[in-house]
């Protein structure tokens, strides 16, 4: 009688998970459960500079807003920039969204500090249907006229920092919980 009770127990396990993966709730769940992993504080980015010191960011590129704006990489230049590359499937990108939203609000107002997150999607209406009713705040865009070598990435989320000399100064692919007080300290100190 166990394995009557083993096989109802993994249909019933294996209904759940077919229904979330049909409805298009699977990456919501996922990302929701990562998004609490995120806030216990144990997935932290290492902002031990990398050696990256002949690594010159390649300005060169353009994404378009939600708006339907364009937005020209060139005007960063001379700022410390954080970019952040997700897609709107991706749960760990879902994850470190609201955390992401939180550093922006804290370091917004710092004349020297810009954020774009850039959505891959292939078609950006389902990245703009994403971002959509989100309580997060900061600069979005689609790389909808695709990325440049610097940008390019095996993985996502994918996020990178580059200072005002042009350099990249953070690279991490994978999510993180970037609103801390260190990462607040390194971007400030750029």
Known sequence: MDWKKEIKSWGIMLSVVAFLYFTGLLPVVIGGLQSVLLSTGLIKPSIELPDL??????????FLTFDGEQINLESYRGKTLFINLWASWCGPCRAEMPH?????????DESNIEFLLVGIDQDIEKSRKFI????WTFPTAHASFGLNKSLESE?????????????IVFYQQGMSNFN??????????L
């Open 53 to 62: 010191t002949e690594k010159q960011f390649d300005y060169r590129g353009k």
């Open 100 to 108: 992401i939203s939180e550093l922006y609000q804290d370091v917004k």
């Open 132 to 135: 959509e009713g989100k309580n």
């Open 155 to 167: 993985a996502i989320p994918t996020t990178l920092v580059v200072n005002p000399e042009g350099e």
């Open 180 to 189: 801390t007080t260190e990462f607040k300290d390194f971007l400030r100190s």
